[in-house]
C-alpha cells in the first residue's frame, strides 16, 4: 500500500504528479485512520467515500465532529450515533469542502451537544491524548484534535462557541481556528449558541 506523507501538501503533489491515484491515496489514508482509531479511539462512525469531485482536495480524505449534517444523515451530536435522514443535504461547510474535492471518511466524537470543554462523554469510549496518555483532552471538538494529532486525518473541523477548537486543540499540541463568525457559514450544523457559533479547523 502506498505510505502516506507526514503533510497533505506532500501528498497532493503526489497526486498531481500521477505517483499515486486519487482511489489509492484515499484507501491508505483510511486504512491508517482505522489502524491508529484502535490506539486513539475518536470515530462514531465510518463513513462510505462515494464519488469525488475533481478539485485542489482530490484524493484527501478528511474526518469531522460529529455535529454536521452529511448527505442523509443527521449527526449524532456527541449523544449517539448519526442517524439515517433520507433527503438531508449536506452542511454548507462539509459540501464545500466536497466541491474541492475533498472526501470524509469518519465523523469524530464530540461533548455532548457541544456543550463541554473535556472530553468527558459517557456516550463514548474515553478520547486518548496523543501527546500524553494521562492527560486531558478538551471539548468540545475533541475528536477532531485527537484524529489530526495521531495523524488519523490531516485535518479536521470543529466548531467553536467558546473554546471548543481551540480548548482541544491546545491540549493536544495543535493550533486551532476559530474562524470570525458569519465567516464560514453554519447552515447545516447543530447550533449551541447561534450569536457565538462558528466553523473552525
Known sequence: MFELPARMTELQENIRAGHVSVHDALLAQVHRGQSLNANFPCVVEELPLGSHHDGPLAGIAL????????????????????????????????????????????????????????????????????????????????????????????????????????IPAATCGLMGLKTTHGAISNLGCAPLAPSLDSVGI
Open 63 to 166: 474526518a469531522h465532529k460529529d455535529i454536521f449534517q452529511l448527505n442523509d444523515r443527521a449527526p449524532g451530536c456527541g449523544v449517539g450515533m448519526g442517524r439515517n435522514h433520507k433527503g438531508m443535504a449536506p452542511a454548507t461547510a462539509i459540501s464545500a469542502l466536497q466541491q474541492a474535492g475533498a472526501s470524509q471518511w469518519a465523523s469524530l466524537v464530540m461533548a455532548p451537544h457541544a456543550c463541554g470543554a473535556t472530553s468527558q462523554n459517557a456516550h463514548f469510549v474515553r478520547c486518548i491524548n496523543p501527546t500524553d496518555p494521562g492527560a486531558a483532552v478538551g471539548g468540545s471538538s475533541s475528536g477532531s484534535a485527537v484524529a489530526v494529532a495521531a495523524g488519523m486525518t490531516y485535518a479536521a473541523l470543529g466548531t467553536d462557541t467558546a473554546g471548543s477548537v481551540r
